[in-house]
């Protein structure tokens, strides 16, 4: 029986788009074209998930890469939390699952920023714990992350249903043994938890 819903964070809960972000930072296509590959989608952002290295570490490591924008990658940096859109339906999703007595969780892959912004997030406000990889220091898929989330909360998997956008981080978790699907949007999840008499 289901009795704990555990929700990734980016592309579930709140959008993350980061090629729509580096054109808030700079319209050159240049510039966003080096933010991206040199930042967004490098090693450093994936450490910073990690816990493996400070803010200040990143930026100064990408700078050294891409000087002549050095001041672009801080202000990347310094703003990049600021988008924090609502997928749709996933708001009064998450308050039904609440109102029907679900304890609710967040398992996501992300830096200690979300400690900053957490408390602008309204739906936040709704859940029971918060596991974030950069705290942890582990990653998902790895299965240890899906094991300490476990251990941290005393859940039992096969009572729990996580949910995240990836197809790798989805059978991490049934690796672990948890209840595990791919997010579709908030209709198709929805219509899920109904066939599986969660709603």
């Excluded at 972000?21 to 994936?46: H, M, N, Q, R």
């Excluded at 690796?175 to 929805?190: N, P, R, T, Y």
Aim: net charge negative.
């Amino acid at each position: 029986m289901i009795k704990n819903i555990v929700f990734d964070m980016g592309n579930v809960l709140l959008s993350y788009r980061p090629k729509e972000y580096v054109k808030t930072i700079t319209t050159d296509e240049a510039i966003g074209e080096a933010l991206l590959k040199e930042f967004l989608f490098s090693e450093e952002w994936i450490m910073l998930d990690a816990g493996a290295i400070t803010e200040e570490e990143a930026v100064k490591r990408v700078q050294a890469r891409i000087p002549q924008y050095a001041e672009y990658v801080q202000k990347t940096m310094d703003n990049w939390h600021t988008d924090l859109t609502p997928i749709e339906g996933m708001p009064e999703l998450v308050a039904l699952l609440k109102e029907k007595g679900y304890k609710l969780y967040l398992l996501s892959n992300t830096s200690l920023r979300f400690y900053q912004y957490q408390p602008q997030v309204e739906m936040f406000k709704l859940f029971d714990g918060f596991f974030i990889s950069a705290k942890e220091r582990l990653l998902k898929p790895q299965k240890e992350i899906f094991e300490r989330f476990l251990e941290r909360f005393d859940l039992i998997g096969s009572e729990c249903v996580f949910i995240d956008d990836l197809a790798e981080n989805v059978k991490g978790a049934q690796e672990a043994g948890i209840v595990a699907h791919q997010f579709c949007g908030s209709d198709e999840l929805k219509e899920y938890f109904k066939k599986n008499g969660i709603l």
